[in-house]
């Protein structure tokens, strides 16, 4: 079946623009995840979402960062007035179940966000 | 989470069994042992996990110390397609304890030699 996907695969913006990152879970999975990754590090939890709402965001770095999943399914990432230092892969994920701290997490393949 | 500790890279030759390493001297009774792998330019995947005995799966066996202070992931014959960064993640079992984020460290790259 269809695994979780994220559009655009590559994204260069310019220094102060906004840009929004889409993740598409696997259909029917509640809890969905976004991480980001700097070069040569391991992954950062940015936020998660129970179903609708956000139900942890301490991982946001700074108010600029903002997401939303208005549906339950597909997740947007929201970046205002971008810095450079905001250039990374940004990875999400998605998990079948709200309760299982055990849950595997399914990762899409990321959006490489560039601002220049 | 709990930290755990890995080497920073290993080489194995391609069909020989690889051991990869962690160690997590501050695990909690609660904690489970995770592993994911992520292959380049790929999101991380799920490889394993375990709590007390020792676990197989079709793509790899964990090995857990009697102490759980320690774990080896063991891939049993390297392939090319092995090639990637492995994460030893503890996961606490509590269920108040939040949100279920994947905390990861820096991982071990492995190479596997043709």
């Known amino acids: 079946g269809a695994g979780v996907s994220q559009t655009p695969s590559n994204k260069v913006t310019e220094k102060g623009k906004y840009v929004e990152l889409r993740c598409d879970p696997i259909s029917g999975h509640t809890a969905l995840y976004w991480y980001r990754q700097s070069l040569g590090q391991g992954p950062e939890f940015l936020i998660y979402f129970q179903g609708t709402g956000a139900a942890d965001d301490s991982g946001l770095p700074n108010d600029r960062f903002f997401a939303v999943r208005p549906e339950g399914s597909v997740s947007t990432l929201k970046i205002q007035r971008t810095e450079r230092g905001d250039s990374a892969v940004y990875l999400c994920?998605?998990?079948?179940?709200?309760?299982?701290?055990?849950?595997?997490?399914?990762f899409g393949p990321g959006t490489r966000l560039t601002v220049l | 989470d709990a930290k755990t500790t890995q080497p920073n890279s290993m080489e194995s030759n391609e069909e020989e069994p690889v051991h990869l390493p962690c160690n997590h001297s501050?695990?909690?009774?609660?904690?489970?042992i995770h592993w994911y792998r992520q292959l380049p330019s790929q999101g991380p995947e799920y490889v394993i996990h375990g709590l007390t005995s020792n676990v197989n799966n079709r793509m790899a066996s964990l090995a857990i110390a009697e102490d759980r202070k320690s774990s080896t992931l063991i891939l049993h014959r390297a392939t090319l397609r092995d090639a990637a960064v492995y994460y030893c993640i503890l996961r606490t079992s509590y269920s108040g304890a939040g949100s279920y984020q994947l905390t990861f460290g820096k991982g071990t790259k492995l190479s596997v030699i043709p």
């Open positions: 994920a998605s998990s079948p179940t709200s309760g299982g701290t055990l849950n595997e997490q399914f």
């Open positions: 501050t695990i909690s009774g609660t904690d489970y």
